[in-house]
Structure formats: structure tokens, C-alpha cells
């Protein structure tokens, strides 16, 4: 089975304005509610690619019953831990020449959670993959991604996505594959990377510090796939970009169902890539038919060092 977990879980009420004044009142010309959080939108992703899977979190209050009742109609399986505060709502608010966001605090997460979340943790089995995506809350260390790796029974894969201290502490756990941007692994080091090579340069510095595999998305340049033993580079697909939200969670959702379906790395790298490219080109999170359509245009071409 795939696990997701997303220990810092969203309402996204997205608005679109025509302008934003700000000051004045503004009316929306269109709004909706979504269950949030990269683990919960790759849970949604696999869903769409027939792949069975579980989301695991935490989740409180009005808003988090919203998020359970929207993944049922989605026939998602979830088993999240109750806390007692509300689960936050992200604003997303897009005019016609900005997109801005408004992301809220998340509910304290106790010890007695975390303690549920090691047990449901422990039951996975040899086979499993587990993805680690997304903000770790303010209440929860920093080192959480690491804790788990080192704690979950041995033979499950792990695939981290995450950013800053987190990410750092999840590598020394040794995740099968971590997915940072180009821009997020230029931040890590405090360095601006410029090239192909500076980025393939950088990302083998994270293999040396533990991670297994390194997938680097660089938005419409498409994608660079780092292992100890070659470096690939896969152009994005040609196509509109729609909504830029829930692409990467998608690359992420279509290389795990890859790499739990037993296919090879390059493989999976395509797929993740047809994955994220069909989300960015769509108003919501890609399906099936739209990922395979898009399939037979990733052309992966080795970089030779």
C-alpha cells in the first residue's frame, strides 16, 4: 500500500477578483473550497491514476470534517488523527495581474497525537511506500521527517517532499527520493544556480548527505532525475499553463505509483513528469487521460558529466 501523510493539512478557499483594491470591499467573480496539503493532493492524484493508496494526518474541527467529507466523495481513503483546534484555511486570491495567498496557523498537534501517528506509523509493512510531503506545524520538531524513517519497520521506501530544515533533517533518513525545485535547492546552500550544471552540482551534494534519488523541478524547463550513477533531464510538454498549484505534488503522485508498481526510475521520472505538466495545464488535479496523453511527448535525454 501507498501511505501519504501531510501533517500540516488545508482548506484552500481559492477567489478570483477582477482587481483587488485594496481598502475597498471586493466581490469574487468565482470561489471554491478544496481539501489541501501536498500529501492530501497526491493522495487525490494516485487516486485519479487507479492507484490504490491511504492519506494519514491531522486534522480538527469544522474544517477538518470538510476535508474528510470532500475526500469521501472522492472515494479516498483516509485515517487521520483528530486534534482538538481547527484545521487552517489557505487563501488563495488571484485579479488580473496577481495571485496572492493567505496561509493560516495550524492547531497545536499534542504529544498524545504524535504518539497515535508512530503507532499507525509501525504498522506499515516490508513493500509499503511512504510519502512525507509538505510544512511540518510549529508544534512538531523539525527533525519529525528524520524520526520517522528511522523509527517505520524496515523495507518501506519513503519519498520526501519537503523544503529548508526539514528537508535537511528528512535526508538523514535516507528517503529513496527527494523532490526540491531548482530554486529550493539553490536556497538550501544560499547559493543562485544558473545552469544545468550547478543544479546537478547541488543536488549531488544532497545525495552525499543521504538522499537516494533526486528529482529537481524546474516549472516550465522541465526536470533533472540525479542518481549515483547518472543524471537525466526531461523538458516539460508543451501546453498552456493553467494553474501551477498541485504540479509538483503531481510529479511527486506519478513517480511513486511508478516505483510502487515495481517499474524502473526513468519510467517513473516520465510519468511524474506527464503528471505534473497535465495538472499545471488543467483548472484542477490531472487525470488519467490526460497523463497519458501527455506521456508520449517526455523525451528524457542522460546528461554526461
Known sequence: MIYTLTLNPSIDYIINIEKFIPGNINLTKSEYKLPGGKGINVSQVLNNLQTPNTTLGFVGGFTGNFIKKSLDKKNINHDFIEVSGDTRINIKMKDSSNESEINGNSPDISTEALKKLKVKLGSLVDGDTLVLSGSVPKSISSTIYKDIMTNIPKGVKVILDAKGEALLEGIKGKPYMIKPNNHELG?????????????????????????QNIVVSMAGDGALLITPTASYISCAPKGKLINSVGAGDSLVAGFTSAIYKGLDILTAFKLGIACGSASAFSENLCTQIEVERLLQEVKTTQIVD
Open 187 to 211: 536556497d538550501i546552500f544560499n547559493v543562485k544556480l544558473e545552469s544545468i550544471e550547478d543544479i546537478i552540482l547541488y543536488g549531488k551534494k544532497l545525495l552525499d548527505l543521504g538522499a
